[in-house]
């Protein structure tokens, strides 16, 4: 019923810069929160950058100062502008949204299929 679809990953250097984009398509009322995850190989999955279900941005101490996170509401869609890039940023984006699908209805969560995201040295 709800997709989350997400593009930009790839392989860069170290300083560099990448922008993710996940955009929701589906059955969608509302959208309560909206964010970015990662997951690095043997390490657990942590918030990266999220909108709340008020609008404020909430980020990891370790990406501050260097993403950006920003949405077009009508197009359902997030970005991760991720700049001065590190290798422990090294690891696979995911997308996450709250998103409510009919009036009434409680809010479920939904997660996209994921991003690799390389930094080199």
């Known amino acids: 019923q709800v997709q989350l679809v997400e593009s930009g990953g790839g392989l860069v250097q170290a300083g560099g810069s990448l922008r993710l984009s996940c955009a929701a398509s589906?059955?969608?009322?509302?959208?309560?929160?909206m964010g970015w995850y990662r997951q690095a190989p043997g390490k657990q999955r942590e918030l990266v950058a999220t909108f709340t279900s008020g609008g404020s941005t909430i980020y990891a101490n370790s990406v501050k100062g260097r993403f950006t996170i920003s949405r077009d509401s009508a197009k359902n869609t997030v970005y991760l502008q991720m700049n001065s890039l590190k290798p422990e940023d090294t690891a696979v984006y995911y997308c996450?949204?709250?998103?409510?699908?009919?009036?009434?209805?409680?809010?479920?969560?939904?997660w996209g299929q994921g991003t690799q995201v390389t930094v080199s040295s």
């Open positions: 589906g059955r969608i009322f509302s959208i309560n929160t």
């Open positions: 996450k949204a709250t998103i409510t699908t009919s009036p009434g209805y409680f809010s479920q969560g939904y």
